[in-house]
């Protein structure tokens, strides 16, 4: 596995969701849900640019990372059928793939 920077994907990711407008160059501000993904309170595609992005580089630069992220399978769903979508849930299987990654590492070495 490519040991990628997480930051360096959010970076990633974060030039995607502007590229589908999903994120506005202005828009900084995080919003706060109570549900998984924001479902029912916002859509998808806002919830990955002001919950997602902010709350995953807070995590990074806190090196406080979960154990285990789908937010690719979230993607996968929320977004059929969008076909220039396609290069942003790669990426947010990349970062699923590495955070997980890195969980399992976390899990083996507390059990060791």
């Known amino acids: 596995m490519k040991d990628e920077p997480l930051s360096t ?10 590229r589908l407008g999903y994120l506005k160059p202005s828009s900084s501000s995080t919003l706060s849900v109570t ?3 924001g479902y029912g ?9 002001q919950v997602f992005l902010p709350n995953a ?9 979960p154990e285990s992220s789908q937010v690719a399978v979230a993607a996968l769903r929320n977004l059929d059928g969008v076909e220039e979508a396609e290069n942003l849930v790669g990426l947010l299987g ?9 969980g399992r590492i976390r899990t083996s070495a507390r059990g060791a």
Not at 9 to 18: G, K, P, T, V, W
Not at 41 to 49: C, D, S
Not at 94 to 102: E, G, P, S, T
């Open 94 to 102: 990349r970062f699923d793939a590495r955070i997980n990654h890195l």
């Open 57 to 65: 580089r807070s995590a990074v630069a806190a090196g406080d990372l």
């Open 41 to 49: 309170q916002v859509g998808f595609e806002q919830w990955l640019a």
């Open 35 to 37: 549900s998984a993904f």
């Open 9 to 18: 994907l959010l970076d990633s990711i974060e030039a995607e969701l502007l």
